[in-house]
Structure formats: C-alpha cells, structure tokens
C-alpha cells in the first residue's frame, strides 16, 4: 500500500518553544488514524503542515494522492475556519465553486450537506447568529461536500452535544467506509479514537513524538455498539495507560511552569 502523509523528522519551534517532534509518521492510502495526546501537545501543529499552512521548522511531509478526487486535502479546523461575511449556505458552496465543482453540483451538494448536519433552516443565517456547535457543523459539512482525498479533522466534534457526535460519528463512518478516504483525526475522546480509527497514534506531550501506534482490531462496518464489548474497554485501558504517562508529564511542566 502507497503512503498518502510520511511525516519524516517534522519539527516546529515557536521562537524559543518546541511544539512539535522530531515527529515521523506514515499514513497509509485510504487509512483513518485518530491521533490522541496531551494537550498542547503538537497535535494542531501537525495537522497544519500535512495541510500546507505552516512550515515546518525542520523535515518534510509528502503527501501523495490518487487524483481521483477533485479535492486533494481538506480541513476541518477547531475553531471552524468559516467566512463570517458569508451566510452558511454561501460558505459551502463557496468552497465547493472554488475547487472546480459546477454550479448545479455544488447546489445539489450544499443542500444535501446541510441537511444531513441539521442546518437547512438556517442556510440564510450568518455565523454570527448560531452556536459555536452550529459554526462547526457548518465546517464540517463543507468538508463532507468537498470529498477531499485526505480529510484532516481537529477535534471536530468537541463542541457538539453526545447525540449530535453520536450521528456525525457513524455519518463519517459510513462515508469513509464507502470511499476509504484518507482521513486523520484529532480527538481528546479515546473512545472517539477507537470508535473510528483504523489506528490510533498516541503523541508525547510537547514537543510531540509518537509514543504508540496501535491498530484497532474491530472489524468493518463498525457500529456505536462495538464500545460496550470487553474488547473495546481492554483496548481503551491499554490506551490510557500510554496516554496517562503523557498527560503527567505535560501536567508537570505546567505546575512547575518550566518551558523545555
Ligand atoms: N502561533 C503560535 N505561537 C506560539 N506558540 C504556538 C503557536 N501555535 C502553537 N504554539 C504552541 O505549540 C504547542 C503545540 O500547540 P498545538 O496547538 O499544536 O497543540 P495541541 O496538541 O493541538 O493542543 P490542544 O490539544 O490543547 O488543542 C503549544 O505549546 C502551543 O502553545
């Protein structure tokens, strides 16, 4: 299988901070990865320069598509990342227009979008006027219309409610499992991690490194039921243990307010 994203040595300083690596990583052509780490750890950082938005102080990350898709890579931002001069039905299909979809299939895709993540009723309204869970639905249908070949996601359902997460979750489970996108997905959730991942990669605390990269064994199609077996809660223990070690360490530098 060819490599979509090879991270190899990534590494970026904010002037004198470390936030991320020496980091290598190789994400398989069609694989979903979830990637769980302490906070501030690099994770964002990470997304970023796969996405090309932010250099990396040092190594390189090549990405390599299929070209079947008219949208190579695309991101879903934590802070929505959507135009708040633009009404929520312009900010999809705006985006949908700019990458070369047509006018009546960037409708047809705005509409079908909007109404899969609850927003037809306000596709006039301005992100101003909705919730900050709203104004990330609207970033994730645009992405879900973009159907980039590699689907980057930070956090992006943290500030939904569990019944909204709930949906969106199998939502992007059934789409992925049709498409084998390549998708990447930060989440603080392990649950979330197993739930969705074909691997979960567990990032030290800053600057970030991979300290565990564990396949998930469940199989495909995977429904919401797979978290109550005895298999999911070993797995997620297994997880927590690598992840607790991490989330001590970052905890100490923040009580001890070192910067190293
Ligand atoms: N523009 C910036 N200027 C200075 N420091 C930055 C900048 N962006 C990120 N950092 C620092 O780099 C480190 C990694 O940040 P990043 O946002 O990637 O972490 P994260 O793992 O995504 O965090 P969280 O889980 O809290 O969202 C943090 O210490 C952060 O403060």
Redesign the pocket.
């Known amino acids: 299988m060819t490599a979509a994203i090879l991270a190899e040595g990534v590494r970026?300083d904010?002037?004198a901070?470390?936030?991320?690596g020496p980091l290598d990583l190789t994400i398989d052509d069609g694989e979903f990865v979830c990637v769980v780490?302490?906070?501030?750890?690099?994770?964002?950082?990470?997304?970023?320069i796969v996405a090309g938005i932010l250099r990396p102080t040092a190594g390189e990350v090549t990405i390599a598509t299929r070209g079947d898709g008219k949208v190579p890579l695309s991101m879903v931002f934590?802070d929505h990342g959507i135009y708040p001069w633009k009404t929520v039905e312009q900010n999809v299909r705006f985006a949908l227009e700019v990458n070369g979809f047509g006018r009546a299939e960037a409708r047809q895709r705005t509409d079908h979008w909007l109404g899969q993540l609850g927003l037809a009723e306000f596709r006039k309204a301005y992100p101003s006027t909705l919730s900050g869970g709203m104004r990330q639905r609207v970033g994730i249908a645009r992405a879900f219309a973009l159907d980039p070949e590699i689907l980057l996601m930070?956090?992006p359902f943290a500030a939904l409610d569990a019944q909204l997460r709930q949906v969106l979750q199998e939502e992007l489970l059934g789409l992925w499992q049709r498409d084998r996108r390549t998708v990447v997905f930060?989440t603080?959730s392990l649950e979330e991690a197993i739930l969705l991942g074909d691997r979960v990669v567990v990032?030290s605390a800053?600057?970030?490194r991979v300290v565990r990269s564990t396949e998930v064994p469940f199989e495909r199609p995977r429904a919401a039921a797979v978290r109550d077996s005895a298999a999911f809660a070993d797995l997620k223990a297994q997880l927590w243990d690598c992840l607790r070690h991490e989330v001590d360490a970052y905890l100490a530098t923040v009580s001890g307010g070192t910067d190293a």
């Open positions: 970026r904010f002037g901070v470390s936030g991320l780490g302490p906070s501030g750890c690099g994770k964002s950082t990470f997304l970023r934590q930070d956090e930060v603080h990032m800053r600057p970030g």
